[in-house]
């Protein structure tokens, strides 16, 4: 009897999907390429294996299309990368013509921005990184059938971590999107304004390593943009870690900053989102606040006990190297796509 053949998913990232050892927990033939080519590094020369970072270089696109021809793959997920646009979308079609595009996109919209809507004609499905009903709805309307929930993983030994005592209070990466959201409407965040008043506050009481690739989106001294796996190392120098989503508002929305956060093995302090109860338990895993107010007096209450804090911490790190990892990812995202392309796996 002739063995059934797996389903073959060609993947920009992770890159971890196609190791033996994670390919094992699927049913699936996973074939990762580097879009960036054997040495990935940010547009600023940084090196970075993180995935997200990649831009596109020859090479990529030469390994992407060989890889294309040759796996004829199901499956070929993606995410934005620099340089990555429509036509390269396009040729991936023309070699497999049978792949579904399945887009990985790590932002949340309230309307459609235009790099989905070049691309929109290839997507087969499209996976957001919360449980939002308007993210759903938003791009369902557009007339994407298959919408899912795809959150951000880690490898938790990729990165060791750093045990030298921290020398900041606070850490924040980002930006506030203040001047981002006056050059182009697509940019109007709900939680800019928030973001930015609470990063000032703390700034203003306590001492903060933030890092921002724009030096203009605070009227503070900020420190340079970083990139994993430099990110979890600048996030081990202090002693919390700082979020407030753009979309506040938005049911279960973790972004990378929570994620990494966990990992990162320090107290992660988070504007609460919609739904965080579900999937973590306040002043155990992580905490949550619901004010300015509120968030400097966590701050000013969780740096004077380092034994709450520091459990705290520990806690948010075990239960990310049971539900986060990218093994975990993998095992959610297999499940989902065989919710939407059932026949492919029969």
Same mark, same amino acid.
């Given at each position: 009897?002739?063995?059934?053949?797996?389903?073959?998913?060609?993947?920009?990232?992770?890159?971890?999907?196609?190791?033996?050892?994670?390919?094992?927990?699927?049913?699936?033939?996973?074939?990762?390429?580097?879009?960036?080519?054997? #040495?990935?590094?940010?547009? @600023?020369?940084?090196?970075?294996?993180?995935?997200?970072? &990649?831009?596109?270089? *020859?090479?990529?696109?030469?390994?992407?299309? /060989?890889?294309?021809?040759?796996? *004829?793959?199901?499956?070929?997920?993606?995410?934005?990368?620099?340089?990555?646009?429509?036509?390269?979308?396009?040729?991936?079609?023309?070699?497999?013509?049978? #792949? +579904?595009? $399945?887009?990985?996109?790590?932002?949340?919209?309230?309307?459609?921005?235009? %790099?989905?809507?070049?691309?929109?004609?290839?997507?087969?499905?499209?996976?957001?990184?919360?449980?939002?009903?308007?993210?759903?709805?938003? =791009?369902?309307?557009?007339?994407?059938?298959?919408?899912?929930?795809? =959150?951000?993983?880690?490898?938790?030994?990729?990165?060791?971590?750093?045990?030298?005592?921290?020398?900041?209070?606070?850490?924040?990466?980002?930006? @506030?999107?203040?001047?981002?959201?006056?050059? %182009?409407?697509?940019?109007?965040?709900?939680?800019?304004?928030?973001?930015?008043?609470?990063?000032?506050?703390?700034? +203003?009481?306590?001492?903060?390593?933030?890092?921002? /690739?724009?030096?203009? @989106?605070?009227?503070?001294?900020?420190?340079?943009?970083?990139?994993?796996?430099?990110?979890?190392?600048?996030?081990?120098? /202090?002693?919390?870690?700082?979020?407030?989503?753009?979309?506040?508002?938005?049911? *279960?929305?973790?972004?990378?900053?929570?994620?990494?956060?966990?990992?990162?093995?320090?107290?992660?302090?988070?504007?609460?989102?919609?739904?965080?109860?579900?999937?973590?338990? %306040?002043?155990?895993?992580?905490?949550?606040?619901?004010?300015?107010?509120?968030?400097?007096?966590?701050?000013?209450?969780?740096?004077?006990?380092?034994?709450?804090?520091?459990?705290?911490?520990?806690?948010?790190?075990?239960?990310?190297?049971?539900?986060?990892?990218?093994?975990?990812? $993998?095992?959610?995202? &297999?499940?989902?796509?065989?919710?939407?392309?059932?026949?492919?796996?029969?």
């Amino acid at each position: 009897m002739t063995a059934k053949k797996r389903p073959v998913l060609l993947v920009l990232h992770p890159r971890h999907w196609a190791r033996p050892d994670y390919r094992v927990l699927s049913s699936m033939d996973i074939h990762h390429v580097s879009i960036g080519g054997k #040495v990935p590094r940010k547009l @600023s020369g940084t090196p970075t294996f993180d995935g997200y970072a &990649e831009a596109i270089t *020859q090479e990529g696109l030469r390994d992407l299309y /060989a890889a294309t021809e040759r796996l *004829q793959p199901d499956f070929f997920l993606f995410w934005l990368h620099a340089g990555f646009h429509a036509e390269h979308l396009a040729e991936v079609k023309a070699r497999a013509p049978g #792949v +579904k595009m $399945l887009f990985w996109f790590g932002n949340h919209r309230t309307r459609l921005a235009g %790099n989905v809507t070049k691309i929109g004609k290839y997507i087969s499905a499209l996976f957001v990184n919360s449980k939002e009903p308007s993210q759903f709805k938003l =791009y369902h309307d557009y007339g994407i059938k298959h919408v899912g929930t795809l =959150y951000d993983g880690f490898d938790p030994d990729e990165v060791k971590l750093d045990e030298t005592a921290p020398t900041y209070d606070c850490f924040f990466a980002g930006e @506030s999107y203040i001047y981002a959201e006056a050059r %182009n409407e697509v940019f109007n965040f709900p939680g800019t304004r928030l973001r930015r008043d609470f990063v000032i506050a703390v700034s +203003k009481r306590f001492s903060l390593a933030c890092h921002s /690739a724009r030096k203009e @989106s605070w009227p503070f001294p900020t420190l340079r943009e970083v990139y994993h796996p430099e990110h979890t190392a600048a996030m081990r120098r /202090a002693k919390i870690l700082l979020n407030v989503n753009h979309f506040p508002d938005f049911r *279960q929305a973790y972004t990378r900053r929570t994620i990494r956060s966990l990992f990162a093995r320090r107290m992660h302090l988070t504007y609460y989102i919609p739904g965080m109860e579900e999937d973590f338990e %306040n002043h155990k895993h992580l905490v949550w606040f619901h004010s300015t107010e509120e968030g400097l007096a966590m701050i000013a209450k969780y740096l004077k006990d380092d034994v709450a804090r520091e459990k705290i911490a520990w806690e948010g790190w075990r239960l990310a190297c049971e539900r986060h990892t990218f093994r975990a990812r $993998l095992v959610d995202f &297999e499940k989902v796509l065989r919710k939407f392309f059932p026949a492919v796996f029969k």
